[in-house]
């Protein structure tokens, strides 16, 4: 156990739906990263949170969105899903608001878009 | 922003031998270079890291080794195992902000 929760760990919907993927980070940190993990394109950065704000934007698309609370767990939330949304979806903390230290990765959730 | 090339896709080895994998970086700012272990069905792992101002790193079995000037770094394993069959990530971190990732090399090791 990373001590990084992700829930749910396996997520099946449809396309045009929208799906809400929760992380909590390790405790004392209070950096979330949110990756997409998918087989030709690797582990593709999409979002940063540190201390409740938005920190970095990576390759996120209009139709996703994330947030963290006042509690510093995370949700990723994705909209008008599409086929080509199916992936692995991983959130990693670190105490850092800079990544100069490496992350604590979950064990991600598993999404497909039917 | 960085990139991050990862080469190769993916090694075959024996048990015992050595496997390398190489990265290079683009962005000259970067000065955290960590290694990750996938394993089936989990999370990517830490395993080694090392920083701009450090030439090479060891910790047992593995090593890393970095050339700012040529901007790459390599993971080394030594007397493979078949435990250290996994996807292996190298990463660089981008102007503060986040790691950027290689795409990831497959090892395999065969007894």
């Known amino acids: 156990d990373s001590g990084v929760t992700q829930t749910p760990k396996h997520l099946i919907t449809a396309t045009g739906q929208r799906v809400t993927l929760r992380c909590s980070p390790r405790?004392?940190?209070?950096?979330v990263y949110w990756y997409q993990q998918s087989l030709d394109q690797g582990l593709q950065f999409l979002i940063q949170?540190?201390?409740?704000?938005?920190?970095a934007k990576g390759n996120i698309l209009e139709r996703f969105s994330a947030q963290q609370f006042p509690d510093l767990h995370s949700e990723l939330n994705l909209s008008s899903l599409e086929l080509g949304d199916s992936a692995l979806y991983f959130c990693?903390?670190?105490?850092?608001?800079?990544?100069?230290?490496?992350?604590?990765f979950g064990s991600g959730t598993r999404l497909t878009v039917v | 922003g960085e990139n991050v090339e990862q080469h190769p896709s993916t090694l075959s080895v024996q048990e015992g031998d050595s496997a390398v994998i190489k990265c290079t970086y683009s962005?000259?700012?970067?000065?955290?270079f960590p290694w990750y272990k996938q394993e089936l069905g989990k999370g990517p792992q830490l395993i080694i890291d090392?920083?701009?101002?450090?030439g090479e790193k060891k910790d047992q079995r593995i090593a890393v080794t970095l050339n700012k000037t040529a901007k790459h770094f390599s993971l080394h394993i030594t007397e493979t195992q078949p435990e250290d069959s996994a996807v292996y990530f190298c990463?660089?971190?981008?102007?503060?902000?986040?790691?950027?990732f290689g795409k990831g090399t497959t090892l395999s090791v065969s007894s």
């Open positions: 990693a903390s670190s105490v850092a608001p800079v990544a100069n230290y490496g992350y604590t």
């Open positions: 090392i920083r701009s101002n450090v």
């Open positions: 405790s004392g940190d209070l950096s």
């Open positions: 962005d000259s700012a970067s000065n955290y």
């Open positions: 990463a660089a971190n981008q102007a503060g902000t986040a790691l950027i």
């Open positions: 949170y540190y201390n409740g704000e938005e920190r």
